[in-house]
């Protein structure tokens, strides 16, 4: 498999270990929330959560990541006319690659590192994570990975079809997802920060206030039909 490295823009990789995240705006006693907002993948239980997403200077930790992830995941598989194109993976599957890793450097000779029992194979199958797709039925898979003792998230892409691996900002996530082109210059950080805070904001509060899951969340599926012909030989059954 080739490995490319694309750093576009504004979002290549900073080393930012030396700069304090700014996660608790609200003081204890004003920060919790009346209703935790279920968001499957991730519950948020007080207002710092989304103040953390909404203000730029502020890091994302892996539940946000997942969140956001989460729900690219569902616009590939419920908006594509079922011919989904990608789907994404949660945070710890980068964990999961590790310990595959290390598998296989250690491994006995003619010995297999990925068996069946293994969890990347439910992530494969679509078993993995919410709202999974298997990956056969894909083009790409976008996989969010924190650069160790940094604050940075990246973005690895693999394209299934070409055997390859590219890296990118995780910013430009939602970019690549829709098909749009990566803003070279002038990335609007602030932007992009208080809109991922507003839509979930507004997106738990509605979810709490209809009691809605994540199963009745889906679109209905479709009824299976029979449909009489005379070209069809009957048979009765007494």
């Known amino acids: 498999m080739e490995i490319r490295y694309t750093m576009e823009g504004n979002g290549g990789i900073r080393d930012t270990s030396s700069?304090?995240?700014?996660?608790?705006?609200?003081?204890?006693?004003?920060?919790?929330?009346?209703?935790h907002l279920d968001f499957v993948v991730a519950f948020a239980k007080t207002k710092n959560w989304f103040y953390t997403m909404?203000?730029?200077?502020?890091?994302?930790?892996?539940?946000?990541?997942?969140?956001?992830?989460?729900?690219?995941?569902?616009?590939?598989?419920?908006?594509?006319?079922?011919?989904?194109?990608?789907?994404?993976?949660?945070?710890?599957?980068?964990?999961?690659?590790?310990?595959?890793?290390?598998?296989?450097?250690?491994?006995?000779?003619?010995?297999?590192?990925?068996?069946?029992?293994n969890s990347i194979c439910s992530h494969i199958k679509g078993f993995g994570t919410p709202t999974g797709i298997p990956w056969d039925q894909i083009d790409d898979v976008y996989i969010s990975v924190n650069c160790k003792e940094e604050f940075h998230w990246v973005l690895a892409v693999i394209q299934l079809k070409d055997r390859d691996c590219v890296l990118y900002s995780a910013a430009y996530a939602e970019y690549l997802t829709d098909?749009?082109?990566?803003?070279?210059?002038?990335?609007?950080?602030?932007?992009?920060?208080s809109r991922y805070g507003a839509l979930l904001w507004n997106y738990g509060n509605q979810k709490a206030s209809f009691d809605s899951d994540s199963d009745n969340e889906d679109p209905p599926k479709p009824r299976n039909t029979f449909v009489d012909s005379d070209d069809i030989e009957k048979i009765n059954i007494d």
């Open 19 to 35: 700069r304090k995240t700014k996660d608790e705006h609200y003081r204890k006693k004003d920060c919790d929330l009346d209703q």
């Open 54 to 117: 909404s203000v730029a200077g502020n890091y994302w930790n892996d539940e946000h990541m997942d969140v956001i992830f989460y729900h690219l995941r569902k616009k590939s598989k419920f908006q594509s006319n079922g011919n989904p194109k990608y789907t994404t993976a949660m945070c710890h599957f980068k964990s999961l690659m590790d310990e595959i890793y290390h598998t296989y450097k250690a491994q006995v000779p003619g010995q297999n590192a990925l068996t069946q029992e």
């Open 179 to 193: 098909g749009q082109p990566i803003p070279l210059a002038n990335f609007e950080a602030n932007l992009h920060h």
